[in-house]
T-cell receptor, first 117, second 107 residues
């Protein structure tokens, strides 16, 4: 099946630093990738839709200057949490649809646990 | 009202029990429906899609009632390995996740 790779799996950083998370589709080309955030005991919340070669579409309430998304190729999208603060500590997950099969199914990366001290 | 709402849980059941999860959604124009399973600190994994006619996969049965905007998941003969959080997911043009229902199966 389709595989989506996400890196790193966990990050611990000091407040004020920036953190970059990578999401790769390993065996298919993804023109669109999705970034979610999940706080403990809560649902996955869609943050933004990453579009290859164009600007990302952000959900209401998500700061585009805070969460920078770059989708420079058909297999790679990155999310950069700029000037991270403790309230940004969360589980971040990317996902993509494999266009070759049923286009409704999402394949998820393994997630990145971000802890900001 | 939340767009996708699930039973709050947690559900603590003994091995072999039958357990049912419910989910309601707000948008009657929703296109497709899914149940995902998520283990702690891991990515969600698709358990099954949900069709109007109902569908079954081994011990798991999913039902959809469009008139009532209601989805259910039934797990029969529960196993210890079924312990996880079950997420109801609705495609409303974009995928909207419920908050999840935690299941704990005890020996």
């Amino acid at each position: 099946g389709a595989v989506v790779s996400q890196h790193p799996s966990w990050v611990i950083c000091k407040s004020g630093t920036s953190v970059k998370i990578e999401c790769r589709s390993l065996d298919f080309q993804a023109t669109t990738m999705f970034w979610y955030r999940q706080f403990p005991k809560q649902s996955l919340m869609l943050m933004a839709t990453s579009n290859e070669g164009s600007k990302a579409t952000y959900e209401q309430g998500v700061e585009k200057d805070k969460f920078l998304i770059n989708h420079a190729s058909l297999t790679l999208s990155t999310l950069t949490v700029t000037s991270a603060h403790p309230e940004d500590s969360s589980f971040y997950i990317c996902s993509a649809r494999d266009p070759r099969g049923n286009n409704e199914k999402l394949f998820f990366g393994s997630g990145t646990q971000l802890s900001v001290l | 009202r939340k767009e996708v709402e699930q039973d709050p849980g947690p559900f603590n059941v003994p091995e072999g029990a039958t357990v049912a999860f419910n989910c309601t959604y707000s948008n009657s124009a929703s296109q497709s429906f899914f149940w995902y399973r998520q283990d702690c600190r891991k990515e969600p994994k698709l358990l099954m899609s949900v069709y109007s006619s109902g569908n079954e996969d081994g011990r798991f049965t999913a039902q959809l009632n469009r008139a009532s905007q209601y989805i259910s998941l039934l797990i029969r003969d529960s196993k210890l390995s079924d312990s996880a959080t079950y997420l109801c997911v609705v495609n409303m043009g974009k995928l909207i996740f419920g908050q999840g229902t935690e299941l704990s199966v005890k020996p």
